[in-house]
């Protein structure tokens, strides 16, 4: 059964601020803050997904390869095959630069994963130039400003221009890194219809506490 895709709404945009009403960002599942892997199969395949390369040696570390396969799986079938003539999709970049040890590309995976019934045309245009603290391992989350100043395209990857972009991230929060993302894409394709595809977005079952995400899962 296909999971439907559904969008960012007047009733839902207060849990994620820096997302504003021009916006067009679309989830399939809610991840519960502070709950923990065992809250949800959403906070399961989150939890799974999050596992660090440090820990791939150890035998949980397989939940990742699993998790990415999973969200692959859901997230085709979800996008119309038309949105793919002329579309691109853009994986966020990770946290870590590609020569830290920490670099985690789950995003890219689960792009190139995807399966439709046209070709899909996974790029990524967006080039992390600097490690940023992860946004869900710390109170401190960086500023749209601080991510858009680590945030560089690839122009090696830029032609054809693509007239449709979908930014695909795993887990929307605040939406800092959704706006800096769309930021510096319009800057480069202006004439390009700018949208995100989000494996979850976060809610709180308490909407006063902050957001966290365990590290380990099953």
Sequence with gaps: MTIQLRQIDDQNRIDHHFIQPNDECYYLFEYTARQGYGFSATNSLISNLKKKPSQRNQLHY????????ECAAALGPAINPRWFTGGALVPMPPSKIRTDAEYDDRVAQICRALRSAVAIDVRELLLQT????????SDQRPSVQEIKDVLAIDESVCNPEPTRIGIVDDVLTAGAHFRAAKEVLNNRFPAAHIVGFFIARRVFA???????????GK
Excluded: C, M, Q, T
């Design 206 to 216: 308490n909407p006063f506490e902050a957001d966290d995400f365990s590290i380990f």
């Design 130 to 137: 600097a490690n940023l603290r992860a946004a869900h391992e």
């Design 62 to 69: 397989v939940y990742k390869g699993r998790a990415i396969n």
